[in-house]
């Protein structure tokens, strides 16, 4: 049986269902699970969603996922539902104040999705660290990041 990240389809898909069930994300919301096989898909999970239909299909990557626990990024991308109410009345409030392609507007979008993608994870954190099996949080993106040090060589010094 094909194994990724060390768990087995099947181990993969009752997570999802005890996370949708967990989440109170059914029966309001109709939600299917795919594993994406595609090498060339940079991202660990994302969603689709039909949102007048109430309807979302949570894509996970069992091929080359950043993160390494999965029960974390299910747990994170299903937050995401729970959020998507808020998330949509922030970005309608930026459109329609901001003119579109504005260094207003992007900024406002930088800090909007920079708070939202925060505010999942911390959600996400503290409902696997009260209700995860694996409560080992994943450390995938840190070491793809540049190191502190890194950061700051070559700045030069205010004095």
């Not at 109709?30 to 991202?43: A, C, I």
Request: aromatic residues 12%; proline residues 3%; contains cysteine.
């Amino acid at each position: 049986m094909r194994r990724f990240l060390g768990m087995e389809r099947a181990e993969i898909t009752a997570l999802f269902e005890k996370y949708i069930k967990k989440l109170r994300i059914t029966p309001a919301w109709d939600v299917r699970l795919e594993l994406v096989e595609d090498p060339l898909w940079r991202k660990t999970g994302d969603f689709k969603i039909d949102c007048d239909d109430r309807k979302a299909i949570l894509l996970l990557n069992v091929v080359n996922p950043i993160q390494e626990n999965m029960e974390e990024v299910i747990v994170h991308e299903l937050m995401h539902i729970k959020m998507y109410p808020l998330d949509q009345v922030t970005e309608s409030l930026i459109t329609n104040c901001f003119e579109e392609g504005t260094v207003a507007s992007k900024f406002a979008y930088q800090q909007f999705f920079t708070a939202l993608e925060q505010t999942v994870e911390e959600l996400a954190k503290c409902f696997l660290y009260e209700f995860g099996e694996d409560k080992e949080f994943s450390y995938g993106r840190c070491r793809k990041g540049k190191s502190f040090n890194d950061l700051y060589e070559g700045l030069n010094s205010i004095d």
